[in-house]
């Protein structure tokens, strides 16, 4: 439900790469998209997890870890909706690398727009995006920092809302 190793895990289930749902890869993902490491729903990486679960290089709702990740997302570089990439990306997030709703990129995807450079709605850093944007540095709602944030936190691995 809400725990993370280094190694992550998931919803009864456990993995020194990387475990979800019910799905267990050393490689890549599951659902809809795969990638360097990356993952998603129900998708397992040998570093990362998914829904709640967090990793060396992600963490999820109320947690925090070196990487970044969002809702039941969660890898060293992080995963959500259903894009995959070798940084990070969630709802609207993103991080170095980022990824977004169905979008892929090796630098950064979100919504629909990607930038190497920085971000779309209303705030942009050095390597950071926003809504729809992504970076390959990092970047989410309001927040910004060289890992990735979320809501209203801020972490040099990775924040979420509260965290």
Do not use: L, Q, S
């Not at 990487?67 to 993103?94: F, L, Q």
């Not at 390597?127 to 910004?144: L, R």
């Not at 801020?154 to 809302?161: K, L, N, P, V």
């Amino acid at each position: 439900g809400v725990e993370e190793d280094n190694g992550a895990a998931h919803e009864d289930n456990e993995y020194t790469g990387a475990v979800h749902g019910k799905e267990v890869d050393t490689g890549a993902a599951r659902d809809v998209e795969e990638d360097n490491g990356v993952a998603h729903e129900g998708d397992v990486v040998t570093d990362a997890a998914h829904d709640v679960e967090e990793d060396t290089g992600a963490t999820h709702e109320d947690n925090e870890d070196i990487g970044a990740a969002h809702e039941g997302d969660v890898d060293t570089g992080a995963v959500h909706g259903e894009e995959v990439d070798t940084g990070a990306a969630h709802g609207v997030e993103e991080d170095n690398g980022a990824a977004h709703e169905d979008n892929e990129y090796t630098g950064a995807v979100h919504g629909e727009e990607v930038d190497t450079g920085a971000a779309r709605d209303v705030e942009e850093d050095n390597g950071v995006a926003h809504e729809g944007d992504v970076v390959t540095d990092a970047a989410h709602d309001v927040e910004e920092d060289t890992g990735a944030t979320h809501e209203d936190n801020e972490d040099i691995g990775a924040a979420h809302e509260g965290d």
